[in-house]
């Protein structure tokens, strides 16, 4: 049996209309391609990609910050209770097979910091400048919107 790709989705609890109708089409290419959306389970980014995912037939995982897993938005198919709060971003980061970054604050970018850190592939779109090939380090995949974004990340998984 093959194991399904997976994707996670971070970015902001408080953001723009235009980052919502991007989440939300990232997590509809997500489900598109059969690929799994694993986001943080919350508001915002995670709210609207899980929305995009599971109104096309997609399968959502939320990694939540607390133990109840009715916290979780009303989109998340599966979620995950941790009991660590920001800690929670490393499983996020870790989780998907590639990284998905929308905007963002600092939350964002911790968990875009543990994937490069992992060497996990980190696509972005609106989000944080990192720039560390002159390092040896892998940096952000820049993308111009949703489809371009998950584009991306199926190709440098497929690698």
């Given at each position: 049996?093959?194991?399904?790709?997976?994707?996670?989705?971070?970015?902001?609890?408080?953001?723009?209309?235009?980052?919502?109708?991007?989440?939300?089409?990232?997590?509809?290419?997500?489900?598109?391609?059969?690929?799994?959306?694993?986001?943080?389970?919350?508001?915002?980014?995670?709210?609207?990609?899980?929305?995009?995912?599971k109104e096309h037939g997609g399968l959502t995982i939320g990694i939540l910050p607390?133990?109840?897993?009715?916290?979780?938005?009303?989109?998340?198919?599966?979620?995950?209770?941790?009991?660590?709060?920001?800690?929670?971003?490393?499983?996020?980061?870790?989780?998907?097979?590639?990284?998905?970054?929308?905007?963002?604050?600092?939350?964002?970018?911790?968990?875009?910091?543990?994937?490069?850190?992992?060497?996990?592939?980190?696509?972005?779109i609106n989000t944080w400048n990192i720039d560390f090939k002159s390092k040896g380090?892998?940096?952000?995949?820049?993308?111009?919107?949703?489809?371009?974004?998950?584009?991306?990340?199926?190709?440098?998984?497929?690698?």
């Amino acid at each position: 049996m093959t194991r399904k790709i997976s994707i996670s989705v971070i970015g902001g609890g408080d953001i723009t209309t235009d980052e919502a109708l991007i989440a939300e089409e990232v997590g509809k290419e997500i489900a598109l391609n059969n690929a799994t959306l694993i986001c943080g389970g919350l508001g915002g980014v995670m709210y609207y990609a899980a929305k995009g995912a599971k109104e096309h037939g997609g399968l959502t995982i939320g990694i939540l910050p607390g133990n109840a897993p009715d916290d979780c938005n009303d989109f998340i198919d599966v979620p995950i209770v941790t009991g660590l709060g920001h800690a929670r971003n490393v499983i996020v980061a870790s989780s998907g097979d590639a990284v998905i970054a929308i905007g963002g604050k600092l939350g964002t970018l911790s968990e875009i910091s543990f994937a490069l850190i992992q060497n996990k592939p980190v696509i972005g779109i609106n989000t944080w400048n990192i720039d560390f090939k002159s390092k040896g380090c892998n940096g952000i995949i820049l993308a111009k919107d949703a489809k371009d974004a998950v584009k991306k990340a199926l190709k440098v998984i497929s690698k």
